[in-house]
């Protein structure tokens, strides 16, 4: 029996929930919230593992746009070349990934302006 679109977007969101709260403290806690902040900054975000990690596209087959990394104790929030990112002033360097050890309301809105201005 074949999964229909909404059992594998469905299977696809809870594989990233897994990823990530397979994660030691406090990278699941950060990732956790990550992950919210993301869905509600882009409701219409497809969840899904990436390159063995969670990623965020506007469709199952649509490129990630926005991902999660934790290697080797280090996390990231990065923003792929398929990202809408504004340059950063007077410069042509475009901001594509930060690090984090904490998180804190700032941060989180910070995040939902990124996510909002990749997906516009």
Do not use: N
């Not at 956790?32 to 969840?47: C, F, M, Q, S, V």
């Not at 087959?61 to 280090?74: I, K, N, Q």
């Amino acid at each position: 029996m074949s999964l229909t679109k909404t059992d594998k977007t469905a299977k696809d969101a809870q594989a990233v929930l897994d990823k990530i709260a397979g994660w030691p403290e406090p990278y699941a806690t950060i990732g956790a919230r990550l992950h919210e902040t993301i869905l509600d900054a882009g409701p219409k975000l497809k969840p899904r593992i990436w390159y063995g990690m969670p990623g965020y596209a506007t469709a199952r087959s649509a490129p990630v746009l926005v991902f999660l990394r934790l290697d080797d104790g280090v996390m990231s929030l990065g923003l792929s070349e398929k990202a809408k990112v504004e340059r950063e002033p007077d410069t042509t360097l475009r901001p594509c990934a930060w690090f984090l050890e904490e998180i804190d309301e700032a941060t989180l809105a910070k995040v939902g302006e990124l996510v909002r201005t990749a997906f516009s």
